[in-house]
């Protein structure tokens, strides 16, 4: 392994800070400072294992980036290229503290004036090669992409081509973050500028622009386009654009974007807004972070179909996207969160779902489930449920998922579609989940992310043993899929040594996902040293599995609210439609959930309970009889189930079920207690439809009963 080679980085260290700004001096004297002071004394002393964890501790006190910012300037390069070169913890902590220094500097920020007099600057240095870099760097730090539009008339004027290249140069230096709203310029009118754009992508060659690059030059009426938009693909691709149709390759990058991939995010690939050409320029429009992705995959997909309206792929896509944004809008609102300027969009989106055909959804489903993303699968299974009236392999695959949520949503589709016609064929596992999801009181999940796979598993098993959905990511990458795809969440387990990203990065994800608000995260580690750095940015330290119960049980007691409403909603509409499925005339095929409904019917909600009633009246045996009688007799249930479970046990009675002594008594009681003369009704009629068994002996008493009322 390459050890510390240039102790001349720590003499750096020591002057700079003795020259330090004000700010930098104010900051010389922190904890986070002084931590990586001792990581820098233990590299110098060939002491790995000590830098390693002074450097994890200094990521786990969660420093800003303008810290980070200073911890970088205050070294010299060397030393970071010795830290970065190394492999391991070394490399990972090393690697996030430059990239929140990165984003130390200046958030972009939208000031046209401050914008224009920087070009300004720009023209006037136009012969001094580092001047006007450094002033594109400028650029980029403090305006990335809002730069773009200010930029463009100077790429469509055929009057002055120096001021073109100088722009054009410009925007290659700035990076990455000029790209979308560039992509964007491609839809303008003018075919000079489209062709100067064309060459810019190209010059940048960043991926994202391929798409876009094949459809101009292809499609573009203008010849001048459609040859810069040849050189800027050969320049980045070579050949091998040709293998592949515009279409398809604007519908692959519409998917990425849908199912929030790494490939086209990464750590700076979200932002603020989303751009779109109208009339004569370009226009940010204002688009919360949690849906930045997926504006952005309907712009792509809607590209697709311009190039080939016919490509199912492509309706499939939007489809995911759509169905995806419903599910994430409704996971932010539940955890407390404030989208409705996202509302109008997002039901768009969902119409747009609905319009595309079952056969769309059912192959968007496929490609969801196998992404593992739970929520685009949630929405898309639901869009089935109101659409399709076949049962598509995407919707049987669903069936077998291990996620109760998302099998119950596709039984819920299975019904729905049956009901409408479709042949039973899948009827068994419908069945089996509706009855799973009618029965399941709090349906919670929790994500472990952790590159220890013996302690993952560990974790997992003993999770999965209390009654909860887990979904375990071996690394950091996936993990992040994890974040990003799940609907919600009511705990994350991160191990503190990933092999491809530092725990601080998956904190700062959760802590930035709106659908995961508020959710507590446990550091999984054997360093308690390391577990107090992170302080109250994680919830609970485990560092024996021995641990696992006292420290994550009463999280979940605190997130039990969020996970009883998810369940409470799934089960009412699982025993909804066991109800219609049974009214249909399949009552002898859901005899099985029967168990699953009674225990629902026992719920103190009404929401589940009264559904679960009205079904098990029709599914319902002898069985169930004295857990039904316990509802009607409940004086603390309210009325509204009180006379559901009695109505439910007459339906049962007309089918010979038969009370016990001990419920013919209770439900007799009912009849004449002091509870509403609505629920005393009920009881009396499912009595009455027993016909009297005792031989008039029930009716005299009753009437035993009611006399002194009568008589006061």
Known sequence: MMRFSRPLGLLTVAAALAVATPSAAAFQDSEVQELFRQGLRALEQNDDEGAVSAFQQVLALDPSREDAYQLWKSIDNDVWLDLMVREGQMQLAAERILELARAGRAEAQNDPAAIRQMLGQLLQNADDVIARRQIAATLAAKHGEYVVPAMLPALGDAGNDERRVLFMRALEEMGHVVVMPLIEATSSPEPRLRRHVALALGRLGDRRALGTLMLLARGDEDTQVRLAAEQALSSMVGEASGAVSAADMLTAEGLDYALERDRVLGPYGRSAVVWRWSGDGLVGVETDG?????????????????????????????????????????????????????????ENGHLQALAVGSAALDGALRIALEAGDEAASVGLLRALADTADSIGDGVRAALGSPELRVRGEAALAVAHATLRGADGGAMGAAVD????????????????????????????????????????????????????????????????????????????????????????????????????????????????PDELASTVEPLLTDRLSQGQKMANDLAARACAAIDALAA?????????????????????????????????????????????????????????????????????????????????????????????????????????????????????????????????
Do not use: H, W
């Not at 809607?302 to 409704?330: F, N, T, Y």
């Open 290 to 346: 949690a849906f930045f992705a997926l504006e952005v995959a309907k712009r792509r997909l809607a590209r697709a179909l311009d190039a080939d309206p016919s490509s199912v792929a492509a309706r499939s896509a939007l489809a995911l996207a759509g169905a995806k944004g419903v599910v994430k809008l409704e996971a932010i609102e539940a955890a407390g969160g404030d989208a409705d300027d996202m509302r109008s969009r997002v």
């Open 433 to 544: 989940a509706l009855a799973a999801c009618a029965g399941q009181e709090v349906l919670r999940q929790a994500i472990v992310i952790d590159s220890d796979a013996a302690r993952a598993r560990r974790v997992a098993e003993a999770l999965g043993g209390r009654g909860m959905s887990v979904a375990v990511a071996p690394n950091g990458v996936l993990g992040l899929r994890l974040i990003l795809d799940v609907a919600s969440a009511d705990v994350v387990l991160v191990g503190s040594e990933l092999s491809d990203l530092t725990a601080d990065r998956i904190l700062d994800q959760v802590a930035n996902q709106p659908n995961l608000d508020g959710v507590p995260v446990v550091l999984l580690t054997r360093s308690a040293e390391l577990g107090d750095a992170y302080g109250d940015r994680v919830a609970g330290v485990v560092t024996s």
């Open 584 to 712: 249909s005339g399949r009552a002898d095929a859901l005899a099985g959930a029967a168990d699953s409904l009674a225990v629902a019917a026992g719920r103190d909600v009404d929401a589940v309970a009264i559904p679960a009633l009205g079904a098990l009246a029709r599914v319902g045996d002898g069985s169930s009889v004295d857990k039904v009688v316990g509802v009607a007799a409940d004086g603390d249930r309210t009325d509204a189930a009180r006379i559901a479970a009695a109505d439910c046990l007459a339906a049962l009675f007309r089918r010979g079920a038969r009370p016990d002594n001990a419920s013919f008594g209770s439900l007799s009681g009912v009849v004449s207690s002091d509870a509403s003369i609505q629920v005393r009704a009920a009881a009396a009629r499912a009595l009455g439809a027993l016909d009297d068994p005792t031989g008039g002996e029930l009716s005299r008493s009753i009437l035993g009963d009611l006399d002194p009322m009568v008589s006061e």
